[in-house]
């Protein structure tokens, strides 16, 4: 969790294929156009000394202080598109990293035998290809508004249409093959509810409902570089999945069920494949079974909280806490960086972690996490990874 420098963690399943998350950070004391030099530099570094392979990249997500004026010089950088990796899924959000540094990173690479077909998909959606699966990666969908006013509502049902577009041309759908998505709100305080609104809305007409099921989501702080964006959207889908393969998570001794509030989206969602099963935790704070914040006013005793519940969610997946392959961790005060950095510093010493400043959609959480797991399992009827 020192800066500057990188985490990375690994997982290679019984089939092979070797999935890597790295967090890759900068020291603050320096202009961006040297930050973004030596994040580059140490992305470079990192990569080697994983012995990760140019075209092994799939996404990364570089989280930014300050969009507007550092959004265009990211997008013509090699973070954006480096020599010999192929298509890459970029996600470019201003959420301010938390140690001071104008720019941080985090990055997915997947090493293969039979190397993966990367495809890009017009503005927005990144197709993956490999083990017979293949993998949408949706970035940067927003309204790309210039002149407003801005309308939360109208831009999620905008950002919504180009996924589902994105989705039919591969002949997928919102409801069965979308896994993930983060929505980014300028002014989350004033916008969230809005948003809420609206994708409950989008849903309902996706047939996705409280009878069915939801998709794991976080909607937290952040913007892209439009003026008058407020709603920006990346997302994840697996397209033919077969029936089995994904599943629901919860744990209602800890959390209550989202609908319960007026809220749609599942806390963790479980994907899947015959050497290997990933569980996407949604954004989870310091609540509990019946919905209300818990410790408020102690950033340290909602952060213990939060994991207590990410805990319990990775235990209805048949995964634990260690299996986390990363986890980004927003701040509502950035004030409150170093004690939080350093508790988890003592609880998860080597994994890749971003902190950044992100409010959360109630002002009385002060912190929020989410991640990625990855265990083992052994299904070889079920389609490969």
Known sequence: MGHPGF??????????????????????????????????????????????????????RIFLSDAMNQAERVRVSELMSAPDEGPVAVSIVQQPPAHGAKLSLLAYHVEREAPAVKRTLGHHHTLVEMGGRRHL?????????????????????????????????????????????????????????????SRTDVFKRQGLTGDTHFIASTGIEGTCAHHYDVVTMDAYSVLGLAPGQI???????????????????????????????????????????????????????????????????????????????????YLRDRGDYCSVRDRLAERFPSLPTQIVQGPVCRPEWLIEVEGIAATAIDKPDWPAF
Not at 143 to 165: H, K, M, Y
Not at 276 to 301: N, Y
């Open 137 to 197: 990666w949706s970035t940067r969908m927003c309204a790309a508004a210039d002149v407003g006013p801005a309308s939360a509502a109208d831009q999620t049902r905008e950002v919504f249409r180009e996924l589902i577009a994105g989705l039919a041309a591969q002949g997928g759908t919102l409801r069965d093959d979308c896994v993930r998505t983060w929505l980014y709100i300028r002014d989350v305080d004033v916008f969230y509810t809005d948003m809420v609104k």
């Open 7 to 60: 985490v990375g963690r690994e997982f290679i399943g019984a089939g092979g294929a070797r999935e890597c998350y790295l967090a890759v950070d900068v020291a603050p004391d320096l202009v961006f156009a040297d930050q973004l030099e030596a994040l580059r530099r140490g992305y470079v570094a990192a990569k080697s000394e994983m012995g990760l392979s140019p075209g092994s990249a799939v996404f990364r």
């Open 247 to 329: 599943s629901y998570l919860n744990d209602f001794g800890h959390l209550c069920a989202t609908k319960d509030y007026g809220v749609t989206f599942e806390r963790a969602t479980r994907v899947a494949y015959g050497d290997r099963a990933h569980i996407f935790m949604s954004g989870t704070a310091s609540i509990d079974g019946e919905g209300w914040v818990v410790h408020p006013g102690d950033v340290l005793k909602q952060l213990d909280r939060a994991l207590e519940n990410v805990d319990a969610l990775l235990a209805d997946g048949q995964a634990r806490l260690a299996d986390l392959t990363h986890l980004i961790v």
